[in-house]
Every structure is written in structure tokens, then in C-alpha cells.
């Protein structure tokens, strides 16, 4: 900040990205985990840019659109209920209700489930049991971690995470289902194959799929050295 002497003010407030600023009581050790698990959302936000950037699946690309629109519903309902924080809130200025990351892990859980419950058919299902335990687990965590740190009141992130489940299932039927599969002409337009754009939604367990595939062209590989 500079002063009117043309001096500058070394003790100027400044401001933070507060979508990845998270403040907590440091002697309490709980609030420090808390804090690592409110920044869920953002790292699952890491994973999505990863995702559509390598792999180029359909299903993640409509997911990630649902998960922006989500967002922006978020917005649009705090601007319209004007709900204040709690009074003992760390975070200053915005609005609580409903809370962004409730809904942002509301939506995400709900939707991944979905997909793995009714498109991913994995041999060995104990391992679909424990993603969807995870899911849950996040799903409970990260609105507890937001009321814990006093960003939030248990209200609002309760509201928050139902809007999420909502949003997800509504995003799931309205869009999800309507556009996956891509029919034959999406998937073979210019845009779509200039963009390498593939959709596996119909291929039963992907993982296998492209580990034998992966396996394979080694194989081939190494035979012609």
C-alpha cells in the first residue's frame, strides 16, 4: 500500500485466495486435520483438470460440467438467502447458506456413486464397497470440517450437502442420462475426434480394459525389438 509521502506501508492488510486459505486453532490438533479435509474439494478439483486433460472421457467431462454448474447454483442461492456466517467465524465477509463445500462434496459423492453403482461392474466387488465407504466417509467429513472450524453453521451445511445430493441426482437424470452414451454422430464428429474426445461409458471395467490393452501393445513392442 502506498503512502501519501510516497512511502509504503510494510504492515498493509493483505488478502488471500480464500477458496485455498483455511485458518485453525493451532494447538488443537483435531482443527489441523480439519482443515486438511476442508481443502477436499479443491484437490478434487485438481483431479477433474487431470482427468479431462488425459483422459478425454465424456463422462468425466459431463460430470465436471455438472460439478461447475453445482458451483454457480451455490452462488445464485447464497446471493439470494444473504445467511451470515456463525458470529465466531475465523473467515471473514461472504455468506454462509448454504456452505460451498458441503455442496460441492454433496454433489460430488452422490454423482460418483451413481456412476460407479450403475456403470462400473468391477470383478472383485469389495473394492466398489470400499470406494463407495469412502465416498461417505468424505461426504460426512468435509460439512463437519466446515462447522468445526466455525466457517459454518451445522444448518448450513447441512443445506448445503442436501442441495449437492439433490443437484447430482437432478444433473444425473436431466443431462447424464440424456447425453451418455454419445450417440454415434457425436462421437464421430470433427470437433469431438480433433479433441481425441473418446466416451467408455458402455465399456464394462475400463481398468482392465486399458491395462490389457497397455499390457498388449508392450508385449508387441518388445517383440519387434
Known sequence: MDLPGGGHDDHAFLASVSITHVQYDEDDVVALVMAYISLLPIFCLAAYAVLVLFQRDAATIVA?????????????????????????????????????????????????????????????????????????????????????????????????TVVGVGVALLWHVAVARRILPLPLWVRRHPITTFLLIRDITLVPNWLQVSYDLANRLADQHQKTQ
Open 64 to 160: 465436471l460440467a455438472g460439478q461447475l454448474a453445482n458451483e454457480a447454483i451455490n452462488y445464485a442461492l447464497k446471493k439470494l438467502v444473504r445467511q451470515p456466517r456463525p458470529v465466531s467465524a475465523l473467515k471473514h465477509g461472504g455468506y454462509g447458506m448454504p456452505s460451498s463445500h458441503a455442496q460441492f462434496t454433496g454433489f460430488l459423492t452422490t454423482y460418483t456413486a451413481i456412476a460407479l453403482l450403475t456403470r462400473v461392474t468391477w470383478r472383485q466387488t469389495r473394492w466398489k464397497a470400499g470406494v463407495l465407504a469412502g465416498l461417505a466417509t468424505a461426504g460426512i467429513l468435509v460439512p463437519v470440517s466446515r462447522v468445526y472450524l466455525r466457517y459454518h453453521t451445522a444448518p448450513q451445511a447441512v443445506v448445503g
